[in-house]
């Protein structure tokens, strides 16, 4: 535990002296956050995307168990929030 830098050691003691307690009901909490998810405002857009590009989302969409609009909402918010950068020009 030596190779902690400060902030790490201080999350590393609150945790030990008890200050962070878990979530007593996972999967009550895990659907009050899905219903938020689903309940926020969606607007419907209209993009031109390749066939090719169509193609390889399908593709990735399948082997996830997905569908392919949700991979391409996830990219968008994942951009929009600085999760992900693009390579632009």
């Known amino acids: 535990m030596n190779n902690l830098n400060e902030f790490e050691k201080d999350i590393l003691e609150t945790v030990e002296s008890g200050e962070w307690v878990s979530k007593s009901n996972l999967s009550e909490r ?4 899905q219903s938020h998810i689903k309940h926020q405002k969606k607007k419907a ?27 391409i909402q996830m990219l968008i918010h994942q951009y929009a929030t600085n999760k992900i950068k693009l390579n632009i020009g």
């Open 30 to 33: 895990t659907k009050e956050l």
């Open 45 to 71: 857009i209209s993009v031109r995307i390749s066939e090719n590009d169509i193609y390889e989302l399908k593709k990735k969409a399948l082997e996830n168990a997905v569908p392919y609009q949700n991979i």
